[in-house]
């Protein structure tokens, strides 16, 4: 039977691709990826305005350029396509060890099931291990699926929920 192409599959990275470390000539571009993709981690039990959900993003990347912290650029040329940011130094509170703590990671929306994703938290890995962190964790949203199937895919478990009720 004659399969029908699968038209993510067909789109790879140019060999151009490449990931790098990310500075602060990068920061502009990273609130703006950040706020035009962060709806997708609003779940479906809060309701906050598109401002206000942008407004918290930038709090949220101004928190993490505040200290120490990974930047990697996923390029493709010139072009960014996409970053992953994480904390390397953020103790987590059971263990009191140093973790990777993955803060955002977000892929340009016309360059996405091409792989950037995964390779942008592969690098994130690898340079937790180079710091010797021996744990790499973060929150994600229940309902953003591209998000939990790609964490699923790099072997990610979930740890703790957080509950959350209409009051
Ligand atoms: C999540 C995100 C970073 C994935 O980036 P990406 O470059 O498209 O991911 P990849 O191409 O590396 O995908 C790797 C795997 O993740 C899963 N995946 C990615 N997007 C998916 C989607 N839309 N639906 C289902 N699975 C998806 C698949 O298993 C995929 O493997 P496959 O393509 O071989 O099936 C991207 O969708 C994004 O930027 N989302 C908005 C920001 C965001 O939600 N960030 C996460 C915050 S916690």
């Known amino acids: 039977m004659a399969q029908r192409p699968c038209r993510h599959r067909s789109r790879r990275l140019s060999e151009d ?3 790098r470390a990310g500075g ?3 920061h502009a571009w990273v609130r703006d990826l950040g706020r035009r993709t962060v709806s997708s981690s ?7 305005s598109p401002s206000t959900v942008g407004d918290s993003f930038d709090r949220l ?8 912290h990974v930047l990697l650029v996923a390029e493709d040329g010139l072009e960014r396509l996409g970053f992953v940011l994480f904390l390397d130094r953020l103790l987590d509170e059971v263990t009191g060890l140093p973790q990777a703590f993955v803060v955002y990671v977000a892929v340009e929306p016309h360059a996405r099931r091409r792989g950037a994703g995964r390779r942008l938290m592969a ?3 690898s340079e937790a291990r180079k710091r010797d962190l021996a744990y790499a964790s ?5 309902e953003n699926d591209a998000a939990r199937e790609l964490y699923a895919q790099l072997g990610y478990q979930t740890e703790r929920r957080q509950l959350c009720k209409r009051l």
Request: proline residues 3%; negative net charge; glycine residues 6%.
């Open 24 to 26: 602060a000539g990068d």
């Open 17 to 19: 691709f490449k990931i």
């Open 61 to 68: 990347v101004d928190f993490a350029f505040g200290q120490s």
């Open 138 to 142: 973060f929150m994600v949203t229940e």
């Open 123 to 125: 690098a994130a890995e």
């Open 42 to 48: 609003v779940s479906a039990l809060r309701d906050p």
